[in-house]
């Protein structure tokens, strides 16, 4: 009699039954995730901080233009709201359509059924829950289920668990208790690596372990960005002192001029009204100016041109950002929790050790070749079974042609490998020895207790195994047997009789990245805590952590925890502990997930790395989410930056360029809020001086739209700096101002802003002939101030000089030139549009020499301070330039 399950194998589902589950459990699809039209993506552009501030001057300054009839300034401060909102958003779209085509999916691959009573293939996309599905090596396991039968099945995990190699069975004694899932269960996305089986689906589309976790993998991630918190504040700050001089010029300049007015005419009748009316329309024009003048039209354009640029150049360096403003968060990460396979390691099982009888190689190469199930392909990447491929690539290394030694055996009987047997045997007529020989390999223990083996000899291995495994080595022997004519020709009872000669064996293991221990360590160095977080064994991952020089001798248990400790702590006693932890290993998706949000609360700002849809979920709640270029698609979608190379290393290149990043945003906001103090004290002391309008609306419209535009294409031009790698993270919290750029706004503005009054001064004593000629020759002066302090405000921070590797800083030459050139044109051709009369040649050299003195005054400045660090460093040593730099 046929048993149910065999019936249910041979037969699979009707055509009625598979109508009756796709409407009962839904098709085999994983809902893509929403992605967000152009106009949202475009809108929420609008979110920024310094943008809201911008509009609201907008709508004050349209007011203004109704009565005034001179719309120049409000059309300058919504041509910079558009544009940089603008840049923004093309830039993101444009990321986006190259992670689509990064990102293709095909749900189309063929899938082996049963239905009917007939095998058929069907695209992955049709499977319902109940078909039966033959496995086979190196097919994706297309749904969730659970196995009918296995044989020798082995199945590539990594992109669920992390897991290499997990044995599957039927057989419940031989289930794995410390496996992540259950040893009978296969889940969507595995992948077959030996051996062969037939599963009944459970789970399609959605409602697969996959399907959850991708569906973790798009909630909306509401936590925001260090700089976004930042340029609230600043924009905060500058709202409320902006505000404050325009309410208290306002109040101050109306109440004298009504109480001058009022002590001298009184109010009579309608005419006095009127006047009283203008007076206070004039004084509120003027405090609209302020405010305009205040707010910094060219900070987002700033902002999002550096954030755009470094986009670019960091895909360069394979660094894919999706996110805009994932540039510079990677410059304020403080915890990194990463992958161990695929990221850490290279995802490819390599021959570590081998201890071998060197007396025997011809046969030992030629036991490998026969007795194995596995091939390699032409970019010698293994076929089928992971450790017996990294035995091939070790023998093809030492110059042996597997195919060949293959080709020229015969082999008689093969008994494969089995989880129960725990060993694999071929019987061949040998070409090296030109006899029948019996070619074993499997786990060291089970081939040391068939062998001919001294006890002594016996313990020197077995002392040399232990020591591998404690490394969290995969370990195999090998051995063989001559065999004589009448001894048979059957694998299992010629290996049971014993007899073996015992070869040696190999340590095998997924090697770390070449490039992974000094990336590590320069983050670690930078002041970023690296994390573990696997679905491995504890002893592989806490190997992996000392191989990369996280794990050092005085770590102890409380830096070390699995998924299913770490599930029991409360959130109380995981927040305790989380910063302490290095190494989590058998993670499961929702306890990486956890971790992050709790390293969120204790305030860290958190960069996730992983290539494994296992990994998704806590991509896309970490501030920054990096997912592998070989990555799953869930990873990817879920993440802010793809690194192309797959390589650590990247992350700490992104690390730099984000801290470089922010920096230049700084020296940006030095260099603008060093142009808004001076106008705006210039405009209102101007008022009180009795002069003409120092700058005009025009005027105003260049230096704070078009000179700041390209002086933020400028110094977001400055390359990154490795010396950024030595400084700690920034503290989110902090104000994006500084205690050094405020002393360097208020003294450079202050020296600024004695030369322009000084001009001011003299200009009241000029004849009316000669005040166009001087309020020219005034904006001049103005514009190469800031032209000259561009410079020092490029290497802001530090005490380089300000030409140092020019070579490096072209791009920033040449906006300086721009500028220059722009405002020679505006000068000399500007005319009654800019209020400018051309100057004489001698009068620009004179003016650009003089104005000169600001850059000048900065490199002897800088010098003193590189000669006072020299003598510091050559009376205290090396330890005290580290710290300074």
Known sequence: MISPIHRNILNGLTDQEVIDSRKAHGINLLTPPQRPSAWKLYLE?????????????????????????????????????FLATGIGFYFEYDANKKFDLLNEVNEETPVTVVRNGKVQEIPKK????????????????????????????????????????????????????????????????????????????????DATEIGNVAQQASEKDKEETPLHLQLSKLAHFIGKVGLSIAIITFLVFTVRDLYLYISEQGINGWEEGVHIARIVLKYFMMAVTLIVVAVPEGLPMSVTLSLALNMRRMLKTNNLVRKMHACETMGAITVIC??????????????????????NMDLIDEGLCVNSTAFLDEQNNGVGNPTEAALLLWMKRRGGDYLALR??????????????????????????????????????EIILSKARIGIDEKRSYEQQLADCQRKAMRTLAVAYKYVSEGDGKNCEKLFEEGELTFLGFFAINDPVRPDVPAAVQKCRSAGIDVKIVTGDTPGTATEIARQIGLWTSKDTERNRITGIEFGILSDEEALERVLDIKVMSRARPMDKQRLVQLLQKKGAVVAVTGDGTNDAPALNHAQVGLSMGSGTSVAKEASDITLLDDSFNSIATAVMWGRSLYKNIQRFIVFQLTINLVALVSVLLGAFIGTALPLTVTQMLWVNLIMDTFAAMALSSIPPSPEVMNEKPRKTGDFIITKAMRNNIVSVGSGFLAVLLGMMSVIRLLPPEKTVWALTAFFTVFVMLQFWNLFNVS??????????????????????????????????????IFRTVPLSAVEWISIISVTSLILWIGEIDRLLKRRRLKRKIAANGYADKKRSI
């Open 338 to 359: 990463t992958d161990k396979t695929g990221t850490l390691t290279q995802n490819k099982m390599q021959v570590y050790e081998a201890t071998l009888d060197e007396r």
């Open 45 to 81: 552009k609008f979110r920024d901080p310094v943008i809201r501030i911008l509009l609201v001057a907008a709508l004050l300054s349209f007011i203004v233009s109704l009565i005034e009839g001179e719309y120049a300034e409000t059309i300058g401060i919504f041509f910079a709201i």
């Open 126 to 205: 049709d499977l319902v829950v109940g078909d039966i599905v033959m496995l086979n090596v190196g097919e994706d396991i297309p749904a969730d289920g659970i196995l009918l039968e296995a044989i020798s099945l082995q199945v590539n995990e990594s992109n669920l668990t992390g897991e290499l190699i997990a044995i599957k069975t039927t057989d419940e004694a031989s289930f794995q208790q410390e496996a992540t899932y259950p040893s009978n269960r296969v889940y969507r996305g595995t992948t077959v690596v030996d051996g062969h089986g037939v599963m009944e689906v459970r789970k399609v589309g």
């Open 795 to 832: 290497v802001f921070g530090t005490n380089h000089a300000a030409f140092k590797e020019v070579h490096h800083a072209l791009g920033m030459l040449g906006v300086a030139a721009i500028i220059l050139i722009g405002q020679w044109g505006i000068v000399q051709f500007g005319g009654e």
């Open 407 to 444: 080709k020229n055996a015969t082999i008689l009987d093969q008994q494969t490998f089995s989880t129960e047997r725990k060993y694999m045997a071929t019987l061949v007529y040998s070409a090296v020895a030109q006899r029948e020989i019996l070619y074993v390999k499997g786990a060291p």
